[in-house]
């Protein structure tokens, strides 16, 4: 079973505008970290934000927002004012384990277009 | 001052050839990966070190071995290449010890393009 779903292969947005990048999660870990990384067409991993298992605030880095509702096992990112350097694809990923062994799983991606 | 760095960056080779990536971060990371990203850029771990020990095997062929001199290189030889080994590679560290470990995010490479004809 997939343990971290991306449903939207592409996603079209207009510049300026925010847009939302669904993530839903697998496990049964009580303790877990969530990512969202981007991947440009030059081809680099960028770390974007992460949210905590545990952490009660949804996290913020500048533009960047995660939406995180535990009960739904759901982590969407949140884009806002998109700007043209945005497209790109973009992973959702878990981190879970414990001390014998941390392993982050991602998704299959979004791929992300901005329209000017 | 680069964080994570690869080499060589782009890999041309024939199939039954073996070849090394080289992957070195300067983070002071205790634990490095290593990940393939096939051509439908799904992203999938394929061995993980921490402080030179194999902690991580994702059922990978045989013929893929890492090797990691010291904590802050690891290498990936890949022995009699096969077309399906066409990817991209990364190599990625985090710290797993100490602090909040499950919430440290990786930092990665820039990736080897690897193509095998």
């Known amino acids: 079973a997939q343990k971290i779903t991306q449903t939207q292969p592409g996603m079209f947005v207009q510049e300026k505008e925010a847009v939302t990048l669904d993530c839903t999660y697998d496990?049964?870990?009580?303790?877990?970290?969530l990512f969202w990384y981007k991947q440009p067409s030059s081809g680099e991993m960028i770390f974007l934000i992460y949210?905590?298992?545990?952490?009660?605030q949804n996290a913020t880095e500048g533009r960047y927002s995660l939406n995180f509702q535990k009960a739904r096992k759901s982590a969407n990112l949140v884009i806002s004012a998109s700007q043209l350097g945005d497209s790109a694809m973009y992973f959702c990923?878990?981190?879970?384990?414990?001390?014998?062994?941390?392993?982050?799983?991602f998704g299959a991606g979004t791929r992300l277009f901005v329209k000017a | 001052d680069t964080a994570v760095s690869q080499t060589p960056k782009y890999l041309v080779t024939q199939m039954g050839n073996d070849k090394s990536i080289k992957c070195e971060q300067n983070?002071?990371?205790?634990?490095m990966y290593w990940y393939k990203q096939d051509s439908k850029k799904f992203l999938k771990i394929m061995f993980s070190?921490?402080?030179?020990?194999?902690?991580i095997n994702e059922t990978v062929p045989n013929r893929f071995s890492p090797k990691s001199p010291d904590k802050a290189h690891l290498n990936l030889h890949i022995n009699s290449l096969e077309l399906g080994d066409s990817a991209v590679y990364f190599c990625?560290?985090?710290?797993?010890?100490?602090?909040?470990?499950?919430?440290?995010?990786?930092?990665f490479g820039p990736g080897t393009r690897l193509t095998v004809l």
């Open positions: 990625a560290s985090s710290q797993d010890r100490g602090g909040r470990i499950i919430y440290n995010e990786q930092f």
């Open positions: 496990t049964s870990d009580q303790s877990y970290g």
């Open positions: 949210q905590g298992s545990y952490d009660e």
């Open positions: 990923a878990m981190r879970e384990g414990n001390t014998g062994g941390f392993k982050t799983i």
């Open positions: 983070l002071g990371h205790d634990t």
């Open positions: 070190y921490n402080n030179k020990e194999l902690i």
